[in-house]
């Protein structure tokens, strides 16, 4: 590609509204254009990137014998409501009607969809298993899109389904895409961790979070720090959290409240002797236990998840018993709930438990949550030496928590949707079984654009080889000037194009204005030709990682870059 003909406009300016780096580099190198709020335009420097992410997703999904098939993106009410999730999704789901008052909704997910072609393709054990993917693009109406194309409300997705006889045979299918997982992001030049993980939305009873490490993650991993165990916080910490242990009616409950007993005590946890500062949110979390978590209100509380807690993930009828509730506006701080309520924690209460009793009634359901999803940064890690001091659950040892971005995602659903969606086949013996299902996702420009977190310098974007838009970029060096640099540049584009993928940056900048470009756009190689250079016989090659640059003689370059 001539850079004079292409569609590549950099900027030098910090955008304002971009707080991640990948987010203001992919800005700032032309590769996105904002349409709306969490909906991008991908410009051709980003749509190659994530065509090279889709292949080697699709390579390894298919070397796994997994097949591609395409699902509409507009799905029909009626198959959501089969399954129960059309009431339950909550409002990430967009839903809207058609001309003749026909509900419909924008898929955010397919478990729906496959499980009722397969339902309808598959009748006997001999056509099983089954494990068919797509790449597409989905629609969450996320609370508080953001960071780009790390959390977008359109965003794109290859999202897989298996379908197996029994548990055994899913468990294989469950081991083979766990690698097929493993050597995508390592072929992405991704640093990742398998985490443990909670199933949210989707359901399903096991599921692992392929986690890219990154400081500017949203997610907490506690990780062992001797043997290989690592699990999301939202999972990890369900285990040992404050927690109100009996369910359903309010008397005699009871916190765990180690050694805390008063809100002024529960501050000083904080540091602070502000008790103004600490503010709570009961919740049941997924095994039905009411759940206070605390935080600091003024450290750095990750707002996407404060928001999913209080928006998306909270149950109609929570709401509406947390309306009923009347819990007083109040003194410690409110906790802004945007569907409408504020949950206010009451000072004049002088103790966790008469907290915890204005809190623990049956029905406060903040459903699938837990304090992990409160937690950020040094908030969690408070919560975490206070209440746990959380040790493994396979060794013992200490944990160590990081942040990661949570890059893909698989799940053995076993027969949540087989059942509710009557997807059976008849066994060797003609009984009908229900089928065993698996899925399996990886969120495609969030790939990309972990790979930017994880590879950037002061200068730009670092791309790993395998994914970058060119593998080469040719400058030339005053070619208005000197027709014999022109030349020399023209014929070397011609020559390496044939073998890779080469941006020729042929316009009239000056040196300095195109070196700064293609480092910004993060090309991993750059060739430098110029009258300097052809004097040698030779040109510049540069390294974009290292910054290391060698003379090249121009007749061994090629065989230098294959
Ligand atoms: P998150 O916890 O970040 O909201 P999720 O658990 O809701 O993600 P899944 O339902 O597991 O997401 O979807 C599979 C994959 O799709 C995720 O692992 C992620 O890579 C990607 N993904 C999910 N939501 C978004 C989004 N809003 N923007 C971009 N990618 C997304
Ligand atoms: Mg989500
Ligand atoms: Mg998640
Ligand atoms: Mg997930």
Redesign the pocket.
């Known amino acids: 590609m001539r850079y004079s003909r292409s569609f590549i406009f950099t900027a030098k300016e910090n955008p304002s509204d971009a707080e991640v780096v990948s987010h203001r580099l992919m800005l700032r190198g032309g590769y996105l254009k904002k349409t709306a709020a969490?909906i991008y335009s991908y410009l051709p420097l980003a749509h190659r990137v994530v065509r090279k992410v889709e292949a080697i997703i699709r390579e390894e999904m298919e070397r796994e014998g997994a097949e591609e098939l395409l699902m509409p993106a507009v799905l029909p009410a009626e198959l959501w409501e089969e399954s129960g999730r059309w009431h339950k999704y909550g409002p990430e789901l967009l839903r809207f009607a058609d001309r003749h008052g026909r509900d419909f909704c924008m898929g955010?997910?397919h478990e729906e969809v496959i499980t009722d072609i397969v339902r309808q393709g598959i009748s006997s054990y001999r056509h099983l298993p089954k494990n068919l993917f797509q790449v597409q693009t989905?629609f969450?109406d996320?609370i508080r899109?953001r960071f780009g194309?790390?959390?977008?409300?359109e965003?794109i997705?290859k999202?897989g389904y298996s379908f197996d006889a029994d548990d055994d045979a899913a468990a294989l299918t469950y081991e083979a895409m766990y690698r097929a997982y493993c050597n995508i992001f390592r072929r992405c030049g991704l640093q990742f961790k398998a985490v443990e993980a909670d199933s949210?939305?989707?359901g399903g009873s096991f599921s692992h979070?392929?986690m890219v490490l990154a400081k500017s993650g949203?997610?907490g991993i506690a990780s062992c720090t001797q043997c290989s165990y690592a699990a999301n916080l939202e999972k990890a910490v369900n285990a040992n959290t404050w927690q109100c242990q009996p369910q359903g009616k309010p008397e005699g409950k009871r916190a765990h409240t180690p050694g805390v007993t008063t809100i002024d005590e529960l501050a000083s946890f904080f540091n602070t002797e502000d008790s103004a500062l600490v503010k709570a949110v009961a919740f049941v979390d997924s095994k039905d236990q009411v759940v206070l978590a605390f935080i600091r209100g003024d450290r750095d509380i990750n707002p996407v998840k404060m928001e999913?807690l209080h928006g998306d993930d909270l149950h109609p009828a929570s709401t509406e018993r947390l309306m009923q509730a009347g819990l007083e506006p109040g003194y410690l701080g409110p906790i802004n709930l945007p569907q409408g309520i504020t949950v206010y924690l009451d000072n004049s209460l002088h103790s966790l438990d008469q907290l915890i009793c204005g809190a623990n009634e049956a029905e406060y359901h903040i459903t699938e949550l837990n304090p992990g999803a409160l937690a950020e940064n040094g908030t969690f890690a408070d919560i975490g030496t206070v209440v746990a001091g959380d040790h493994c659950p396979r060794c013992q040892s200490a944990l160590e928590i990081v942040r990661g971005i949570?890059?893909?995602?698989i799940f053995r659903l076993g027969k949540i949707y087989s059942e509710s969606m009557k997807a059976t086949y008849l066994d060797r013996n003609g009984k009908e079984q229900l089928m065993v299902m698996g899925c399996y996702?990886?969120?495609v420009?969030?790939?990309a654009a972990a790979a930017i977190e994880q590879n950037h310098d002061d200068q730009g974007i670092v791309w790993p080889m395998a994914i970058a838009p060119y593998q080469v970029v040719i400058c030339s060096v005053n070619p208005a000037k000197d027709e014999a640099t022109r030349q020399a540049a023209d014929n070397l584009y011609e020559r390496l194009s044939s073998q890779l993928e080469v941006l020729y940056d042929d316009r009239n900048e000056r040196p300095g204005v195109k070196f700064i470009d293609s480092e910004l756009i993060g090309i991993p190689l750059r060739v430098t030709v110029s009258q300097k250079t052809l004097s040698q016989n030779s040109v510049e090659l540069t390294i974009r990682r290292t910054g290391e640059k060698y003379m090249q003689p121009l007749e061994a370059l090629d065989a230098h870059l294959r």
């Not at 194309?149 to 409300?153: F, N, Q």
């Not at 949570?406 to 995602?409: D, L, Q």
């Open positions: 969490g955010p997910t989905k969450r996320e899109p194309l790390m959390r977008g409300r965003f997705m999202d949210g939305q989707i979070e392929f949203e997610d999913r949570e890059v893909g995602h996702g990886i969120g420009g969030r790939t």
